[in-house]
């Protein structure tokens, strides 16, 4: 399959345009509505006020076009508006929009479970739940463990993301806001170190062999003993917490005490999944089958609808133990369906070649700069560490400047994951402006010299 750009508007777009101050007049204006009746809770990382989107660029309220390196949180697998998912969608809408599939039967719920199932990522027969997000995934995944197990105990990861709801975010550890004012939380949760590993500049790390030990010597060792473990809850590359793929090793030596001890290991694989590491599955690069697996994010293009994926064996509990009245609605389930055909004839190869293209280019531009600290990831899942937030900070907003999209994650990492569509001129744009980005954030850090720059 040619890697399509979504549309003719796409393909005549080769550059960022930026043709106001930002934010520009319309999208002041917007904004000061939405300070005024939107939750506080959001974070917005700089004022993008979005209006359309066409493969991998999105219009602004006043015309400002921009470069889309976020893909709204690793969402837009397919790129804005890709025409074989908004086909779907419409057609979809014209038959049905809603019938509540836990408690009726319908015919795009079924198939969409059927592709899941088959491209889980472990040998035995597969079963799916279809979920409303990342976070309800989680929910999921954590109720049937502790079903099947007959055990309440779970164990994260230090710097991991879940998810908001409350079991969620007694797993999530990425960031201290997330979880102040929210407790009590779910009890016997503990969280082991995870290893983050920086190979780039720095070259620290390791295997995760001491991470390991840390796992089996103090927390199952000591803090909550192995029979009450339902679930090992891992991220095989963290997110939120600052892009660090897992060594193989480690997720190998986690599958290793999983099965010394009869627990379930649970790979969190919404942000890495749906071809975004360059395979279905970020596990797959290290050769380590999960008992359950958790998707969502890039899996239906941006329509509202995520997964959790088990073994056969693993689904134990009866009629009514799990629900959802809007969960895998039709319109999500056509827009899966489009979207995991495209992610399978063509997508996910180039994930691999663009990711692989743009980690090389990032990695030159960076190799000039003393403020970066590590480039790293899998696929186009690409995170540039820096030495402080604020110097990472200054980049992000300075990229947005120059029409280019990123998110910062963990403690001052930007993270850089396209649309898969993004080809070798648009990888290759986003290196120089990242670059510009860069040279510009130094002149203007004050005391940079102060900071080492």
Same mark, same amino acid.
């Given at each position: 399959?040619?890697?399509? =750009? ?51 660029? %999105? ?71 279809? +979920?409303?997000?990342? =976070?309800?995934?989680?929910? !999921? ?23 908001? =709801? ?14 102040? !004012? ?83 290991? %649970? ?7 749906? !071809? ?17 697996? +958790? ?49 399978? =004839? ?48 200054? %980049? ?13 994650? !963990? ?43």
């Amino acid at each position: 399959m040619s890697i399509e =750009t979504n549309s003719a508007a796409a393909a005549r777009i080769t550059a960022p345009r930026i043709h106001t101050e930002l934010p520009g007049p319309r999208a002041r204006e917007l904004i000061a509505r939405d300070e005024a009746v939107v939750s506080p809770s959001l974070t917005r990382a700089y004022p993008l006020v979005a209006e359309s989107g066409s493969g991998c660029w %999105v219009t602004d309220v006043d015309g400002n076009v921009f470069l889309d390196c976020a893909a709204g949180i690793a969402v837009a697998s397919t790129g804005h508006a890709h025409p074989s998912v908004v086909t779907a969608i419409k057609e979809q809408a014209d038959r049905l929009i809603h019938i509540a599939a836990t408690d009726f039967y319908e015919p795009r719920y079924l198939e969409f479970t059927e592709r899941l199932a088959a491209i889980a990522p472990f040998k035995e027969k597969a079963r799916a739940f279809l +979920t409303n997000s990342g =976070t309800e995934a989680i929910e !999921g995944a954590i109720k049937l463990a502790r079903y099947h197990t007959h055990r309440p105990g779970i164990i994260a990861f230090e710097g991991a993301f879940h998810g908001r =709801t409350m079991g969620a975010l007694s797993l999530t550890n990425s960031k201290l806001k997330q979880r102040a !004012g929210f407790g009590p939380l779910l009890p016997m949760v503990h969280h082991a170190p995870f290893p983050r590993v920086r190979a780039w500049r720095e070259s620290s790390g390791g295997d995760g062999s001491a991470e390991l030990e840390v796992l089996r010597r103090s927390i199952l060792g000591r803090l909550i003993a192995p029979s009450d473990v339902a679930a090992i809850f891992v991220e095989p590359v963290q997110g939120e917490g600052g892009y660090f793929p897992a060594p193989a090793a480690f997720l190998q030596g986690l599958r290793e005490i999983c099965d010394e001890h009869g627990i379930l290991l %649970v790979a969190d694989e919404i942000q890495s999944g749906m !071809g975004r590491t360059g395979r279905w599955w970020a596990m797959e690069h290290a050769g380590v089958e999960p008992d359950i697996v +958790t998707s969502a994010k890039g899996i239906a293009s941006g329509m509202p609808i995520g997964a959790f994926i088990a073994r056969d064996s693993v689904w134990t509990w009866p009629p009514g133990a799990h629900g959802s009245t809007f969960a895998g609605n039709p319109l999500s389930a056509a827009a899966g369906l489009a979207t995991l055909e495209l992610l399978e =004839t063509g997508l996910i190869a180039n994930a691999a070649a663009m990711g692989e293209r743009l980690r090389s280019a990032l990695e030159t531009v960076a190799a000039g700069s003393d403020t970066v600290r590590d480039v790293r990831g899998v696929g186009l899942m690409i995170g540039v560490e820096f030495r402080t937030h604020e110097e990472a900070n200054a %980049v992000e907003r300075s990229c947005f400047e120059r029409g280019l999209l990123v998110l910062e994650c !963990g403690v001052s990492t930007l993270r850089l994951c396209p649309p898969l569509v993004i080809d070798a001129e648009q990888v290759d744009l986003t290196a120089r402006l990242f670059g510009e980005a860069l040279a510009a954030a130094r002149r203007s850090t004050p005391n940079h010299e102060e900071m080492g720059g």
